[in-house]
């Protein structure tokens, strides 16, 4: 049995582990929902989708039932195949209940109270095999993704900066993150636990919010620390601008910690890989190329704390100093463009259609090549570096 | 300052009546009348000063989506509005409570294809589909603001209201006890909704 848990779910933390531990069921979370659940639970599989972990696909793709509770997560083709597995949703609002799989029961109300009333009902599953599996996986996923992030990229890795943060993450932290790659490394290297809270565009997906919510987060939590990822290509359409309104406020805040990670690869990278994969077309550098921009110096001009990182063995300590600095810093660090975000379940034909767009002359085929090939031999390799 | 309280004093007052806190927003002249009315309340709610409208916008769903609150934002008419637009449509998408407060050209320029003036409840009738209002007399305002709000909760929804500037200088007046008059109430209480022990209706399972 498989949950999907979606940022309706997030009052129904500990109804959601009862009816897991009670149905021996994994529990996947879509990109909203990241926050609902701790990622320390063993049967907790990550997210799901184009962002998403193998072990969350495994899931769907084999188990016998599906439970939704307060999810619209819109990816059907990452959901069991249709008569697969028989399907019941919770949600709150009738108006988006029972659409993206044909479930067979729609249940109106809150999820917590629907969880709870649902539970006397069910029998605890004694056969523990599927569940075993599933922990098993998630085990090895997250060794994967340790190794996926110590592969040594030019000159730093981006999924680094993201694991290294996750150990340090401090448990009261608020974690934003914008559109484009910097979502897919937040999506699947960040293990989130204690109160921790993340969120970014979900569904409309656009391109700039990371740093204004970085900001409505500090309004509304003063006290807590904040995190923002964003990658160059938001940061120049409009959180370049928005530093100025951190640097307007930041003293009013009781914990003026904002640490704000820029992903410093020169390349609307997202779209430029989204490319490659979908279209089989080589990189147009017309379009994708970003000029050179200081954030870190933009930042100290207004000041605010900068650091520069281009070297993976500087980032632990980059992270420790902006988490105890006195104010707002922002971490500009200079990542490879060539770092492949592979879907979990990449296909032969994505890959091929990759490969085909390095052959066609993508100016960066070289590098690409080299790092997809030794990341994806991570996710075949578990614990192998 | 006037003797009485205007439209955008009493705008102002039922925000904090609603314990509204903090409206990101960016100032122009479709909405003076409400700046000035916030420098006659000492600031209260925060104004908090965005680089543009789009971010306000954004910086209202994070609030929301960071503390479960209602998120509010503001911008002058014309371009202000439209510079909203993109951050409420975030709030659609991912179903967050926020209400956008706008400034529109006086009503006696409306119609005249006047400076900044372009047609926002068309504009908002999509991003704003749950509830969109303009407040053409001041005994509209608490209700229009008060749906506005609830409405926003309710539907987990973006929401906005419009509000001439002409008529944000207008002396406050209550709605009375009368006929055509539609008096509001603050606050709302939500039940826990919970599904029938029996199932009672919809179609049987398969």
Known sequence: ?385 | MASKPTVADYLLERLRAWDVEHVFAYAGDGINGILAAWGRAENKPQFVQARHEEMAAFEAVGYAKFTGRVGVCMATSGPGAIHLLNGLYDAKLDHVPVVAIVGQTSRSAMGGSYQQEVDLLSLYKDVASEYVQMVTVPEQLPNVLDRAIRTALAERAPTAIIIPSDVQELEYSAPSHAFKMVPSSLGVDWPTASPNDERSSGPPMS
């Open chain 1, 1 to 385: 049995m498989a949950i999907l848990a979606g940022q309706g779910a997030r009052g129904a933390r500990h109804e959601l582990e009862e009816v897991a531990e009670l149905l021996g069921a994994g529990i996947a979370k879509p990109l909203l929902g990241k926050d609902v659940l701790s990622d320390e639970l063993p049967y907790v599989t990550g997210s799901i989708g184009l962002l998403g972990t193998r072990p969350s696909y495994e899931m769907m793709m084999h188990c016998d039932t599906l439970l939704t509770v307060g999810s619209s997560f819109p990816y059907t083709q990452f959901l069991p195949e249709f008569g697969q597995a028989r399907a019941v949703q919770i949600d709150i609002d009738g108006k988006f209940i029972g659409m993206r799989y044909p479930y067979e029961v729609n249940l109106v109300g809150d999820s917590a109270a629907t969880l709870r009333a649902l539970m006397p009902h069910l029998k605890r599953k004694e056969d523990r095999s599927w569940r075993e599996a599933i922990e098993a996986g998630v085990a090895g996923w997250w060794q994967s993704m340790d190794a996926e992030a110590e592969v040594a990229a030019d000159p730093v890795n981006p999924m680094l900066v993201f694991r290294e943060l996750s150990a340090r993450l401090p448990m009261d932290a608020i974690v934003t993150a914008d559109s484009g790659s910097s979502a897919n490394w937040y999506a699947r290297q960040l293990r989130f636990r204690g109160q921790m809270r993340g969120s970014l565009s979900g569904n409309l997906a656009t391109m700039g919010p990371g740093v204004p919510y970085g900001i409505g987060a500090k309004f509304g939590h003063p006290d807590r620390p904040v995190i923002v990822f964003a990658g160059d290509g938001a940061m120049q359409m409009n959180g370049l601008a928005e530093l100025i309104t951190v640097k307007h406020y930041w003293q009013e805040w009781a914990d003026p910690r904002l640490v704000i990670a820029v992903l410093h690869n020169n390349d609307l990278n997202q779209v430029t890989w989204e490319m490659r994969a979908m279209e089989g077309s080589p990189k147009f550098t017309e379009s994708q190329r970003l000029p050179d921009v200081s954030y870190e110096g933009f930042a100290r001009s207004l000041g605010l704390h900068g650091i520069a990182v281009d070297d993976p063995g500087d980032l632990g300590k980059a992270w420790e100093q902006a988490l105890a600095a006195d104010r707002p810093t922002v971490l500009d660090v200079r990542t490879d463009p060539d770092v492949p975000p592979i879907p979990p379940h990449a296909t032969f034909e994505q890959m091929k259609d990759a490969a085909t767009a390095m052959l066609k002359g993508d100016p960066n085929r070289w590098g690409v090549i080299k790092e997809g090939v030794m990341t994806k031999a991570r996710e075949v390799l578990p614990g192998q570096s």
